[in-house]
């Protein structure tokens, strides 16, 4: 078994600076699980504390059914990739990838078989004699990758290895340690800030936010049902739109009013917020779940809303919009032949099935 567990695990820098808040995680078996959040948050930390460079303050930590508080790093069964590769400059690529298992005394046919099984999984047997220097940036990143196999761990563990990597070698390498993973059947942790990676490649979610979890989830319930409003806006690209407002009823209605525009709430969504009317709450729509009034054939008058345009950047298969309704700020989602222009004043409607509502003074979910 090479689950991961942590029990209440906190830690602390200095005096006072908590890093990590009492974290209660399991990693299942096999699973791959990437920690997600933006910078300071304490995911690097957190996987630090497992691989054992950096001490625990507070609580437990569990390899498979052993506690690893006071164990060494290289004693664990895991295996490390840095965002930096780490590779020794005057190796070739054959010595990066031994280094570790010589110095673990492992026969050189051992060795040997091992590089080249890891060197055939990983697309690198004509680099072998090679060294870093003469490699590309995702080349030295699959030699990295190549060292960790190598070792055959019970549990691998990434720290942003792809933050280097021009956008399109990041989509490809993304795909590539995907299909690692379903050829290694090893337990993986992976680190970043691009929550687009975490979406792409995590079995499921952990979501931090000042070294506190917020959420742990797979990617759908995540993007679904977040827990509070800071997973709804961090999970997503573009983000998701918040607008303040009041919950109104009238006439066995329940309606949203911004302010500068009221929509009606889905029957469903109405029953769920009559206990917030008359009272201030926060409104969640995603950009996609936005559309141009002008492409759409039914009409909508109880979902739409005006607002007039500062940005538009086509993106080749769709157009994103930024505008405003006065009061609040509006990302739409819309088709890539939309013809809207800067300075258009646009009605845009809302897919009343898809928002969210989250309560203004807690950010927690409502409905």
Same mark, same amino acid.
């Not at 769709?318 to 505008?323: A, P, Q, S």
């Given at each position: 078994?090479?689950?991961?567990?942590?029990?209440?695990?906190?830690?602390?820098?200095?005096?006072?600076?908590?890093?990590?808040?009492?974290?209660?995680?399991?990693?299942?078996?096999?699973? !791959?699980?990437?920690? %997600? @959040?933006?910078?300071?948050?304490?995911?690097?930390?957190?996987?630090?504390?497992?691989?054992?460079?950096?001490?625990? *303050?507070? @609580?437990?930590?569990?390899?498979?059914?052993?506690?690893?508080?006071?164990?060494?790093?290289?004693?664990?069964?895991?295996?490390?990739? !840095?965002?930096?590769?780490?590779?020794?400059?005057?190796?070739?690529?054959?010595?990066?990838?031994?280094?570790?298992?010589?110095? $673990?005394?492992?026969?050189?046919?051992?060795? +040997?078989?091992?590089?080249?099984?890891?060197?055939?999984?990983?697309?690198? /047997?004509?680099?072998?004699?090679?060294?870093?220097? &003469?490699?590309?940036?995702?080349?030295?990143?699959?030699?990295?990758?190549?060292?960790?196999?190598?070792?055959?761990?019970?549990?691998?563990?990434? +720290?942003?290895?792809?933050?280097?990597?021009?956008?399109?070698? $990041?989509?490809?390498?993304?795909?590539?340690?995907?299909?690692?993973?379903?050829?290694?059947?090893?337990?993986?942790?992976?680190?970043?800030?691009?929550?687009?990676? &975490?979406?792409?490649? @995590?079995?499921?979610?952990?979501?931090?936010?000042?070294?506190?979890?917020?959420?742990?989830?797979?990617?759908?319930?995540?993007?679904?049902?977040?827990?509070?409003?800071?997973?709804?806006?961090?999970?997503?690209?573009?983000?998701?739109?918040?607008?303040?407002?009041?919950?109104?009823?009238?006439?066995?209605?329940?309606? !949203?009013?911004?302010?500068? !525009?009221?929509?009606?709430?889905?029957?469903?969504?109405?029953?769920?917020?009559?206990?917030?009317?008359?009272?201030?709450?926060?409104? /969640?729509?995603?950009?996609?779940?936005?559309?141009?009034?002008?492409?759409?054939?039914?009409?909508?008058?109880?979902?739409?809303?005006?607002?007039?345009?500062?940005?538009?950047?086509?993106?080749?298969?769709?157009?994103?919009?930024?505008?405003?309704?006065?009061?609040?700020?509006? *990302?739409?989602?819309?088709?890539?032949?939309?013809?809207?222009?800067?300075?258009?004043?646009? +009605?845009?409607?809302?897919?009343? @099935?898809?928002?969210?509502?989250? +309560?203004?003074?807690?950010?927690?979910?409502? %409905?």
């Amino acid at each position: 078994m090479s689950e991961v567990l942590l029990k209440n695990v906190t830690k602390v820098f200095g005096s006072d600076v908590v890093a990590v808040k009492n974290a209660n995680l399991k990693v299942e078996d096999k699973e !791959f699980m990437v920690l %997600v @959040g933006p910078s300071g948050c304490g995911k690097s930390t957190t996987l630090r504390m497992i691989a054992g460079l950096e001490e625990i *303050t507070e @609580g437990e930590l569990f390899i498979g059914d052993r506690l690893v508080n006071d164990v060494a790093p290289k004693d664990r069964d895991i295996a490390m990739v !840095f965002q930096n590769y780490a590779l020794y400059p005057h190796m070739t690529v054959y010595d990066n990838l031994a280094f570790g298992l010589r110095l $673990r005394k492992f026969k050189k046919s051992e060795i +040997d078989a091992r590089v080249r099984e890891a060197a055939d999984i990983l697309d690198i /047997g004509p680099l072998l004699e090679r060294k870093p220097k &003469a490699l590309s940036g995702g080349q030295r990143q699959r030699v990295a990758v190549g060292r960790a196999i190598v070792r055959k761990p019970k549990v691998f563990l990434f +720290d942003e290895p792809l933050s280097n990597l021009d956008a399109k070698l $990041r989509v490809q390498m993304r795909a590539e340690l995907s299909k690692l993973h379903q050829r290694l059947e090893t337990t993986i942790i992976y680190v970043t800030h691009d929550q687009v990676e &975490a979406m792409t490649m @995590g079995d499921r979610i952990c979501v931090l936010r000042d070294g506190v979890i917020q959420q742990v989830d797979d990617p759908i319930t995540l993007y679904d049902k977040p827990v509070n409003k800071f997973v709804a806006g961090f999970i997503g690209s573009p983000a998701m739109n918040f607008m303040d407002g009041k919950i109104e009823e009238g006439s066995g209605r329940v309606y !949203f009013n911004e302010g500068n !525009f009221r929509v009606r709430l889905t029957d469903e969504m109405a029953n769920a917020m009559r206990p917030y009317a008359g009272k201030e709450v926060t409104f /969640g729509a995603r950009p996609e779940d936005i559309k141009n009034k002008a492409s759409i054939s039914e009409s909508f008058p109880e979902s739409t809303i005006r607002v007039n345009l500062e940005v538009v950047e086509p993106m080749g298969s769709e157009i994103i919009l930024y505008g405003n309704t006065g009061k609040s700020f509006i *990302t739409a989602r819309v088709d890539a032949h939309d013809r809207s222009k800067v300075g258009d004043s646009v +009605d845009l409607v809302l897919h009343m @099935g898809k928002v969210h509502f989250f +309560d203004p003074e807690t950010e927690k979910f409502i %409905v």
